[in-house]
Nanobody, 122 residues
Framework: QVQLVEAVGGSVQAGGSLRLSCAAS????????MGWFRHAPGKEREGVAR???????NYAESVKARFTISRDSAKNTLYLKMNSLKPEDTAMYYC????????????????WGQGTQVNVVS
């Protein structure tokens, strides 16, 4: 059974940094495309960053150069390092796994974490 468990997010001042982590079941990171998504109140869930099994990374334009997705297969953990945070980054963040190619299509991700809240205050 695939499990994805995000650690607690947190609150940070605008301009600050935060690192999210997602503990995955064994071998998931090496066999699945992984993504970070976020859902803000009144908005649709959107893709933030993704990484395929070869290590190719893609970012949403709104976070490019500020966020970095990475994985540590030895620790079975996916990360999202977020720098220069803005109030508009406030959202519930989810990690997700897809058996197919890396994609922004939410429906292609079969497995989801429970989400972790990130609040950026100005």
């Amino acid at each position: 059974q695939v499990q994805l468990v995000e650690a607690v997010g947190g609150s940070v001042q605008a301009g600050g940094s935060l690192r999210l982590s997602c503990a995955a079941s064994r071998y998931i990171l090496s066999s699945h495309s992984m993504g970070w998504f976020r859902h803000a109140p009144g908005k649709e869930r959107e893709g933030v960053a993704r990484i395929d099994i070869y290590g190719l990374r893609n970012y949403a334009e709104s976070v490019k150069a500020r966020f970095t997705i990475s994985r540590d297969s030895a620790k079975n953990t996916l990360y999202l390092k977020m720098n220069s945070l803005k109030p508009e980054d406030t959202a519930m963040y989810y990690c997700a796994a897809a058996t197919g190619p890396s994609t922004w299509s939410i429906s292609r991700y079969e497995y989801w974490g429970q989400g972790t809240q990130v609040n950026v205050v100005s």
